[in-house]
């Protein structure tokens, strides 16, 4: 069986986490914040502020946005459903914006056009959260330039994209966004098994995230209503929740960091394996913006759709376990009962009809990748 992605755990990876079990802490000790400063080493970012999902990132970037009910997000359709949940989650409302059909990506003309509608009708969402479809930002100086000129704040969905650069810096370094979130899931590039962070150039935003992270709980005696009581005393000055990382993930987390550079470098020589062995199969390659590295997260491919189910079938039973990324978010069951349906954005679902996600991970052996690409061909014949 090749899986479409699968981390990369090494013995020091195993000694890092067997550490931790043998030391004073397994939650709140030094390796969450030795993961953050090497979070904040890689993408050029001031803070970072580590949790236990991309997802709880994505709640608490929102939250700490002021994002609430009578607000509304505004997100890909081609994202994973997380994205768009956090705006509900926070009792705002939620609308996307189709992509661009070579780069996955939300378009920056869709967006513009979208938001000059919504100045007119008074109805301009608090935030935009543009996602950077597997490991390649989006045209992000277009959109924090729109972002700026309409009064929006930026999340970038990063979750693909840690180790990716967009022009001459790191995917999230926040130069054209308020906060960037990335995910630790074994499937993307850096694992923690489950985990996330969100990077700021902002203090104050920094601050509310890590206070929302535990509970609204703050032990700064500045933002307290009275003198603390004693060295015990901390105040909870707003609603929060338990989204903290442990110490065994983050310990994981500084061992995989050393080897995000690896990581993104492997995974771009398979990618480009793969161009020159597909390139004479009839199926559509991922297209490259220039001065983007993607950290290739994933390799999509793009075949006929009405042979789409039929190739995906043939993969599946040659024991390639491909997969889909991502059936059109408006278009899930709970999306429709809240307005959205087949139609809306039509650019991301031609995509999906299409779409195929195959193997790609750091460890994938160039004999797996020539047997995946055989397995293919035979399937397109
Ligand atoms: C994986 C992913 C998420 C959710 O990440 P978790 O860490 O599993 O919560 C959100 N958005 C995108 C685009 C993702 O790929």
Same mark, same amino acid.
């Given at each position: ?10 013995? +020091? ?38 949790? #236990? ?10 939250? !700490? ?24 989650? /926070? ?15 939300? /378009? ?23 996602? *950077?479809? /597997? ?11 729109? !972002? ?24 999230? !370094? ?5 906060? /960037? ?8 590039? %850096? ?9 700021? #150039? ?76 597909? +390139? ?19 390799? %999509?491919?793009? %075949? +006929? ?5 039929? %190739? ?10 491909? #997969?889909? *990324? ?26 999906? !009809?299409? =779409? ?10 160039? =004999? ?14």
């Amino acid at each position: 069986m090749i899986p479409y992605g699968r981390q990369d755990i090494t013995q +020091a990876d195993i000694d890092a986490v067997s550490d931790v079990l043998r030391s004073d802490f397994l939650t709140q000790g030094p390796q969450v914040p030795a993961f953050e400063a090497a979070i904040c080493a890689a993408t050029g970012a001031a803070h970072a502020v580590a949790v #236990n999902s991309a997802t709880s990132a994505l709640h608490i970037a929102c939250l !700490a946005l002021d994002l609430g009910p009578g607000d509304t997000l505004w997100t890909s359709p081609n994202t994973f459903v997380a994205t768009a949940n956090v705006g509900h989650l /926070c009792g705002a409302s939620v609308d996307f914006v189709d992509i661009d059909a070579d780069t996955f990506n939300m /378009c920056p003309k869709a967006l513009e056009a979208k938001l000059e509608a919504a100045k007119r009708d008074g109805t301009l969402p608090k935030i935009i959260a543009p996602v *950077h479809m /597997c490991g390649q930002s989006c045209d992000m100086a277009a959109i924090g330039a729109l !972002a700026t000129q309409y009064g929006v704040k930026v999340i970038e969905d990063a979750s693909h994209a840690i180790g990716g650069r967009y022009g001459d810096r790191a995917v999230g !370094a926040c130069e054209h966004s308020d906060i /960037c979130v990335f995910s630790f899931h074994p499937v993307k590039i %850096v694992t923690t098994a489950e985990g996330g962070a969100a990077t700021t #150039n902002d203090p104050a935003l920094a601050a509310r995230m890590e206070r929302l992270r535990s509970h609204g709980i703050t032990r700064d005696p500045a933002l307290m209503t009275h003198e603390p009581d004693g060295a015990w005393y901390y105040q909870q000055i707003e609603l929060g929740l338990n989204y903290r990382m442990t110490e065994l993930q983050a310990a994981l987390g500084v061992a995989q960091m050393q080897r995000l550079g690896a990581f993104v470098a492997r995974r771009n020589d398979l990618a480009d394996r793969y161009d020159a062995l597909l +390139a004479d199969l009839p199926l559509q390659r991922p297209g490259r913006l220039p001065g983007v590295l993607s950290s290739f997260h994933l390799y %999509v491919i793009r %075949v +006929a759709a009405a042979r789409r189910r039929a %190739v995906f079938d043939h993969l599946r039973d040659q024991g390639v376990l491909a #997969n889909v *990324h991502y059936i059109p978010v408006h278009t899930q069951p709970y999306w429709q009962e809240h307005g959205f349906g087949p139609g809306d954005f039509p650019a991301s679902e031609a995509y999906y !009809a299409q =779409a195929i996600s195959i193997p790609l991970y750091a460890g994938l052996s160039e =004999a797996d990748q020539d047997f995946v690409t055989a397995t293919l061909a035979e399937a397109l014949k």
